[in-house]
């Protein structure tokens, strides 16, 4: 009985340790979340903190690939969040008073941050799609770089491969707004019963960084994995054009959401070749593949910026 009492004091104890334990993390990380909302909401800058550096690719593998494009919305961007709706703080100009109003069917945001974001799974399944849209001499070949990308379908369970892609979360810094869209029915193209639809979304001429992290997996030689990756990124050039200039990459792609400007106000590649990182300037989606053809040739490339 003494025994069962000693162990009933000893569980009391702990428990309550471990609980206060658990509350003084809990309030510690959300002053740590705090801080550097606050630090974002005040400089917007320091959203690249959250993208790899220069410095950090240089310490990447051989044949290493960081794609940074930052594009501006020719269309609409939309998503839809896990939310039905959704709460943002507004201040009544007139009167200053606090309140809350409800948006319908909101854009899907950062929930550490607040933003608006495109997803990296997001990003995965529309270059995807795009993908398979790309015109290629060999079907053979094109159904091997596509699976070399994205990895194994999951419906094979042997000799699963996991992608060269990797995909960062897209973040907008301007404040999304609120559309109506009706929806129409596919045969008549007449709206249907449903009437007008309330969705957040970005409006053209919003911008946003791409990042898009290709990392190989060799198994083979120097020069047949040289081979690949470049077969790799060519294919990956007209699969980005395809979904930036034609298909999109938003919710309501049918209806032309999700587009971008032809002109992108910056880009860049950056490729690990030889032991050494380089960097080259794009202008546009058109020239990816050039630049890609100019690093893997004989030459290596005589123009390129290298790394510091």
């Known amino acids: 009985?003494?025994?069962?009492?000693?162990?009933?004091?000893?569980?009391?104890?702990?428990?309550?340790?471990?609980?206060?334990?658990?509350?003084?993390?809990?309030v510690l990380l959300g002053k740590l979340k705090k801080e550097v909302r606050n630090k974002i909401k005040k400089s917007k800058g320091e959203i690249k903190d959250f993208y790899p550096s220069v410095d950090d690719f240089c310490c990447f593998p051989q044949y290493s690939v960081l794609i940074k494009i930052l594009f501006t919305l020719k269309k609409p961007y939309t998503s839809k969040d896990e939310e039905e709706f959704y709460l943002p703080e507004w201040v009544e100009k007139k009167s200053n008073d606090k309140g809350t109003k409800v948006l319908e069917n909101p854009i899907v945001r950062d929930r550490f941050t607040g933003l608006p974001i495109v997803r990296p799974s997001t990003w995965k399944g529309h270059l995807r799609f795009a993908a398979e849209k790309v015109k290629w001499s060999d079907d053979a070949e094109k159904e091997s770089i596509i699976e070399r990308l994205f990895g194994s379908e999951p419906r094979k369970k042997q000799e699963m491969l996991k992608g060269r892609l990797y995909f960062f979360t897209t973040f907008f810094e301007d404040e999304a707004e609120k559309d109506i869209i009706t929806p129409l029915k596919r045969d008549t193209r007449t709206p249907t019963n449903k009437g007008p639809i309330p969705l957040e979304v970005?409006?053209?001429?919003?911008?946003?960084y791409f990042y898009l992290l290709y990392f190989p997996y060799p198994k083979k030689g120097k020069s047949e994995i040289r081979e690949e990756v470049k077969k790799d990124l060519?294919?990956?050039?007209?699969?980005?054009?395809l979904m930036f200039y034609t298909y999109g990459f938003s919710a309501k792609k049918t209806s032309g959401f999700g587009v971008i400007e032809e002109e992108i106000k910056e880009g860049e590649i950056l490729l690990k070749l030889d032991g050494e990182c380089?960097?080259?300037k794009i202008k546009n989606l058109n020239e990816l593949n050039s630049e890609i053809i100019s690093l893997f040739g004989e030459t290596g490339g005589p123009n390129n910026e290298r790394c510091p």
């Open 1 to 26: 009985m003494f025994g069962g009492e000693v162990q009933l004091i000893y569980d009391y104890y702990l428990d309550r340790w471990d609980k206060e334990k658990k509350e003084s993390c809990k």
């Open 202 to 208: 970005m409006k053209p001429e919003k911008d946003g």
């Open 234 to 241: 060519t294919f990956l050039g007209e699969a980005l054009k």
């Open 278 to 280: 380089t960097i080259k």
